[in-house]
């Protein structure tokens, strides 16, 4: 089985997909479809449990896409501001990035997808 998490000292590393969309544009957009996501998961404790989970992603993540007009960009992404929107699944950890930018690679929003364990 394939490791899907690595976890240094501070942070747990993981690919993520990405979804990009070019507001007000109709032609096609190659763009990485995956990159490697650096982010670090902060619990806070009580003595019956975990009271609360934050993400925190204050590593950049970069893709590189392109427009079918011939234009190409490497694009750098502040993931700290992003809405963290949760999924129920196995683990905590990010599974994808969905990236909204206009034709200038100006972001436009940006939302983390989180999956999380849900308790029994």
Known sequence: MKKLIEQSLEYYV??????LMVKDYDGDVEY?????LQYKLDLEYR??????????LDKPV????????GTEKELTVDLSDARVEWYEGGAFYPHQIELTIDKQGNIKEKVVNMYYLKPV
């Open 14 to 19: 993981t690919s993520v997909h990405v979804d």
């Open 32 to 36: 990485d479809e995956s990159v490697r």
């Open 47 to 56: 003595s019956w449990g975990i009271k609360d989970l934050m993400v925190v």
């Open 62 to 69: 970069t893709v590189m896409f392109s427009l079918e007009d």
